[in-house]
């Protein structure tokens, strides 16, 4: 048995995305953090509309991302591990539950201020 000085992880699982080495991976995106900054990135006008509109279309694609995982798993069972599908799963629904809150919400407090004119 042969020790190397570079220790490198890489993904062997066909379930999981990508096929590079880890490390370099974990390394390019603290790289990129590091020269970015909070202060370099360019300033977008957010509105309110435009944050719930991204909130939903983060809450859709987690959706889309569980169909997918299930039907990957009726296809191709030993390609998805059930832990990654429950995860998800789970994901999907705390968001799902968040947007119907934060609906839930807005619809009483818009209800609140019309009824104080």
Not at 35 to 46: F, Q, R, V
Not at 67 to 82: C, N, T, W, Y
Not at 101 to 108: A, D, G, P
Request: net charge negative.
């Amino acid at each position: 048995m042969q020790i190397t000085s570079d220790f490198q992880m890489n993904r062997t699982h066909p379930a999981h995305i990508g096929n590079k080495p880890l490390a370099g991976e974990l390394k390019s995106n603290l790289e990129q953090s590091i020269k970015l900054g909070a202060n370099d990135e360019p300033k977008k006008k957010s509105t309110f509309e435009t944050y719930l509109l991204d909130a939903v279309n983060a809450m859709n694609n987690q959706q889309l991302n569980v169909a997918k995982l299930e039907e990957q798993v009726l296809v191709d069972p030993e390609s998805v591990d059930p832990q990654d599908v429950t995860i998800a799963m789970a994901k999907a629904q705390m968001s799902l539950d968040l947007a119907q809150t934060v609906i839930s919400r807005l619809v009483n407090g818009w209800t609140e201020l019309s009824q104080n004119r």
